[in-house]
């Protein structure tokens, strides 16, 4: 798989439930990041987890990250229907202008 | 909350044509980027800029692409004679502080350049 893969490609839940959704990568990274898209919007971004650090929350987000896996999740408790979005990681590499390597992302539909 | 600006969020330009795509990013930042993507596709990385200099571009960054901050707040991406290809949607970003500081990268709502 590439930089930044994320698992499922779509997901369909229903109002209340957990969302979970996984991202791989390859190389080694500076942190990783998980951004939400709204159809047709921008990149917003939800979250960072540095590399030395192995979880992070942010109100009903909740994000790990194991380097030795090189793998990281993002679950988000309690959907509503307003997180229906796509999501996407992407990882800060050790390179020069730290640019993102961005997966192919998840879409999630929250179903009321 | 501060936030990167794009403009137009739309543009339609005929194949061959010049386009620039124009950005104010956020006030105290100082690294800017461009990304792309492509309808249905990844957002893929196109170029990096600090200084007042290029810091790094990827492969899809040719000659037809320039970029530019002609003064203190704008950060520009020129496409010289525009392909078919490049219809897509042009992302800017920026980020605030040095190099390797673990710091989010803020985008702006994107342009979307639809090339007839």
């Known amino acids: 798989s590439q930089q930044g893969e994320e698992d499922p490609q779509a997901l369909s839940i229903q109002e209340g439930e957990n969302a979970t959704m996984n991202c791989s990568y390859k190389t080694s990274i500076n942190n990783l990041q998980w951004y939400r898209q709204n159809s047709g919007r921008g990149l917003v971004h939800l979250i960072l987890i540095r590399s030395n650090e192995r979880e992070k929350h942010s109100g009903r987000l909740r994000v790990t990250l194991d380097t030795s896996k090189k793998s990281s999740s993002l679950l988000i408790t309690a959907s509503r229907a307003a997180d229906t979005a796509s999501y996407f990681c992407a990882t800060d590499a050790k390179a020069a202008g730290n640019k993102l390597t961005f997966g192919g992302g998840t879409r999630v539909l929250v179903k009321p | 909350e501060p936030e990167v600006t794009q403009t137009p969020s739309h543009q339609v330009t005929q194949m061959g044509q010049e386009v620039i795509l124009r950005c104010v990013p956020i006030s105290n930042h100082l690294y800017f980027y461009w990304y792309r993507q492509i309808l249905g596709q990844k957002v893929e990385f196109l170029v990096s800029?600090?200084?007042?200099?290029?810091?790094?571009k990827s492969e899809i960054f040719d000659d037809q692409f320039s970029v530019e901050r002609p003064d203190g707040s704008n950060f520009t991406l020129k496409i010289r004679s525009t392909k078919l290809e490049d219809s897509a949607m042009y992302f800017c970003a920026s980020r605030v502080e040095r190099l390797n500081s673990n710091q989010p990268q803020h985008f702006g709502d994107g342009t979307r350049l639809s090339i007839l």
């Open positions: 800029f600090y200084n007042n200099e290029i810091s790094e």
